[in-house]
């Protein structure tokens, strides 16, 4: 089992900045994928980025290119979410998530270990 922690989220007026953090513990397996998901009310949970392992391969949903950025640190066992430039419509509980393999998918159902999230608020 993999366990994953969630921290970082808040209150942020927009054109602000937060981090998030994912501190991962348990059986960690050679080669994984660590992802972050967005679930905002009402709406379906949703991909926002990936990184590989190795942090050679990084991968964005759209609507965050440029603003958002990831990041491992694979000797602390954190990941990171840079995100800059928020937005109103960023609002959302911010999932921390992670697959075994080498290939970054954007589907929640790829992924089998998750975080208990993290609430973002952007404030107008």
């Known amino acids: 089992q993999v366990q994953l922690v969630e921290s970082g989220g808040g209150l942020v007026h927009a054109g602000g900045s937060l981090r998030l953090s994912c501190a991962v513990s348990?059986?960690?397996?050679?080669?994984?994928?660590m992802g972050w998901f967005r679930q905002a009310p009402g709406k379906q949970r949703e991909f926002v980025t990936a990184?590989?392992?190795?942090?050679?391969?990084?991968v964005y949903a759209d609507s965050v290119k440029g603003r958002f950025t990831i990041s491992r640190d694979n000797t602390a066992n954190l990941f990171y979410l840079q995100m800059n430039s928020l937005k109103p419509e960023d609002t959302a509980v911010y999932y921390c998530a992670a697959r075994p393999g080498t290939t970054v998918l954007r589907t929640t159902t790829a992924y089998s270990y998750w975080g208990q999230g993290t609430q973002v608020t952007v404030s107008s």
């Open positions: 990184i590989t392992w190795s942090g050679g391969v990084t």
């Open positions: 348990g059986r960690t397996f050679s080669r994984y994928i």
